[in-house]
């Protein structure tokens, strides 16, 4: 695969159109794969310009809050199942 199809597919994974049509597992596999990029971003912000990396942050946060919100609808986890997941 081309690393720009990569990209896309990895674009597509975490929009919430599309996220949506994923069953549970690969839901929650995606959700996983994001928090881990979250953390290796964080490891890696001392290296670059903190400007970007607060925006960046800030996007792939926003974004694992809300596809969890999904992930949470489709299982039918409560609200209290919400906070206790561990991704």
Same mark, same amino acid.
């Given at each position: 695969? %081309?690393?720009?199809? *990569?990209?896309?597919? &990895? $674009? $597509?994974? /975490?929009?919430?159109?599309?996220?949506?049509?994923? #069953?549970?597992d +690969?839901? *929650? =596999?995606?959700?996983? $794969?994001?928090?881990?990029?979250?953390? /290796?971003?964080?490891? &890696?912000?001392? #290296? @670059? &310009?903190? &400007?970007? @990396?607060?925006?960046?942050?800030?996007?792939?946060?926003? $974004? *694992?809050?809300?596809? %969890? /919100? /999904?992930?949470?609808?489709? +299982?039918?986890?409560? *609200?209290? =199942? @919400?906070w206790?997941?561990?991704?």
């Amino acid at each position: 695969m %081309q690393k720009e199809e *990569l990209v896309n597919q &990895a $674009r $597509r994974s /975490i929009s919430v159109e599309y996220f949506e049509t994923f #069953d549970p597992d +690969t839901q *929650l =596999d995606i959700l996983k $794969r994001l928090e881990n990029t979250i953390l /290796i971003v964080k490891a &890696a912000e001392s #290296d @670059f &310009a903190p &400007a970007q @990396f607060e925006e960046l942050l800030s996007f792939l946060e926003n $974004r *694992l809050n809300e596809l %969890q /919100i /999904i992930y949470n609808i489709k +299982t039918n986890k409560t *609200l209290d =199942d @919400f906070w206790d997941l561990d991704v």
